[in-house]
């Protein structure tokens, strides 16, 4: 089965940074990649799907890149409100795993 | 407006069974792909099962394999999961998923339930 591994575990940044977090899968997945946010005792929600295309009524700030087995998502500049932990997920074939997470927080 | 709303969770036993539902509502339930994800307390989300849109297709993971059931009824726009030799692991928020494509291509989670929570605990 392919492994999706996140980059870094936890991330500590100022409001206004850029902010990069990173997700590898172990074989090629193509552009099957997505990004989800998570705030602390919500749902999931989708931000990006297709390794960079934002899903609708995801702010701007949020982007995605990558193809086969390097992906990235950034956070042009952080707002207190995007401190969540970011799961990036793989949905090109059975199992559809999820990264291990990346908790977020303001410093 | 598009919803999915979980319900069957509680507490049993090592060994029980639990079903839990997914009823939805504001889209054409027959016409997308679902899936079941959980989460163990203060744990990430792990990816647990997915049924096509018209159940020709069922996987699940290995964790899960041989003991978790996927199904659903469209005439009912119901997503089921049957969970029978529960383990102290299985305990999480279990969520279902809608996928954002309709039709036989997956496509990542665009709509997510607020989750039933599952404790297995003697």
């Known amino acids: 089965d392919i492994q999706m591994t996140q980059s870094p575990s936890s991330l500590s940044a100022s409001v206004g940074d850029r902010v990069t977090i990173t997700c590898r899968a172990s074989?090629?997945?193509?552009?099957?990649l997505a990004w989800y946010q998570q705030k602390p005792g919500k749902v999931p929600k989708l931000l990006i799907y297709a390794a960079s295309t934002l899903q609708s009524g995801v702010p701007s700030r949020f982007s995605g890149s990558g193809s086969g087995t390097d992906f990235t998502l950034t956070i042009s500049s952080l707002q207190p409100e995007d401190v969540a932990t970011y799961y990036c997920q793989k949905y090109n074939s059975a199992p559809y795993s999820f990264g291990q997470g990346t908790k977020l927080e303001i410093k | 407006q598009v919803q999915l709303v979980e319900s069957g969770g509680g507490v049993v036993q090592p060994g029980g069974s639990l079903r839990l539902s997914c009823a939805a509502s504001g889209f054409t339930f027959s016409s997308y792909g679902m899936h079941w994800v959980r989460q163990a307390p203060g744990k990430g989300l792990e990816w647990v099962a997915f049924i096509r849109y018209d159940g020709s297709n069922k996987y699940y993971a290995d964790s899960v394999k041989g003991r978790f059931t996927i199904s659903r009824d469209n005439s009912k726009n119901t997503l089921y999961l049957q969970m029978n030799s529960l383990r102290a692991e299985d305990t999480a928020v279990y969520y279902c998923?809608?996928?954002?494509?309709?039709?036989?291509?997956?496509?990542?989670?665009?709509?997510w339930g607020q989750g039933t929570m599952v404790t297995v605990s003697s």
């Open positions: 074989q090629g997945i193509s552009n099957y």
């Open positions: 998923a809608k996928e954002k494509s309709s039709g036989w291509y997956e496509s990542a989670f665009d709509i």
